[in-house]
């Protein structure tokens, strides 16, 4: 059987990368790992519609924020990399593909990106919100693990085959209210939401949590990248 091609969101350019855009290479490692071919797409791509025509799923992943103005958010000092050129291709690939079905996995910002597509709001820094009781990224801006709690009932524990894991997390923003049709499957203990399903939209994952940097010996993350890539290659484009 033919692989499917799975399209990956890139980090911008940035001062430091000298003009290069980048990405961890742990997204790639864990799409080829599924069974996936991985295309990464940075931002600038001129025609989202027409690249979801020739892709069969697509990854949103983690990097820096979105422009707050985008979700009628205020700024903050704790705010950063945010990138207009990113936020404009990722919000729009994220319409396309709930619009379409697209298969897709959202990571950290991704799932944010598709929380502000859908009208949604972000909370613009966790601590200021819940404190630190949970650390959801360790200073100034590294991983930490932390416990979840999973919905029994959701799509996410079916694929997960647990309802209690402990993955690496690392960000400073999360939902605050979900966007239309979203709702809310996993929990940190601080109550901040952790993972959305989509209503109608069973070939769609999103978490907050960053999967991609442990599926290598972890069963339960890679089981995401598995689900994905195994919806992607049902919807094969020939």
């Known amino acids: 059987m033919t692989a499917p091609m799975i399209a990956i969101t890139t980090y911008p350019a940035d001062d430091a990368s000298l003009g290069r855009v980048n990405l961890p290479k742990e997204y790639i490692d864990a799409v080829r790992a599924a069974g996936g071919r991985a295309v990464l797409v940075p931002p600038g791509e001129s025609d989202p519609s027409g690249l979801l025509d020739v892709v069969d799923g697509i990854v949103l992943t983690g990097g820096g924020d979105i422009d707050p103005a985008l979700w009628n958010g205020r700024s903050h000092e704790a705010v950063y990399m945010t990138d207009t050129a990113r936020d404009s291709l990722e919000i729009s690939l994220a319409r396309l593909a709930v619009e379409r079905g697209v298969p897709m996995l959202c990571i950290c910002r991704g799932t944010q990106v598709l929380n502000v597509a859908l009208g949604g709001t972000l909370h613009v820094h966790v601590p200021d919100v819940v404190g630190e009781s949970v650390l959801h990224r360790l200073p100034p801006r590294e991983p930490v693990p932390h416990p979840v709690a ?3 009932s959701s799509e996410l524990a079916r694929i997960l085959g647990t309802t209690e894991i402990e993955p690496m997390s690392w960000h400073h923003q999360a939902i605050d209210r979900p966007g239309a049709g979203l ?14 399903e989509l209503t109608g939209h069973p070939r769609l994952l999103a978490v907050q949590w960053h999967p991609e940097l442990t599926s290598g010996g972890d069963p339960t993350q890679a089981a995401l990248f598995d689900a994905f ?3 992607a290659s049902s919807t094969l484009i020939a």
């Open 150 to 152: 999973v919905e029994a």
């Open 183 to 196: 709702r809310a499957v996993a929990w940190a203990p601080d109550g901040i939401i952790e993972a959305v």
């Open 229 to 231: 890539v195994a919806a």
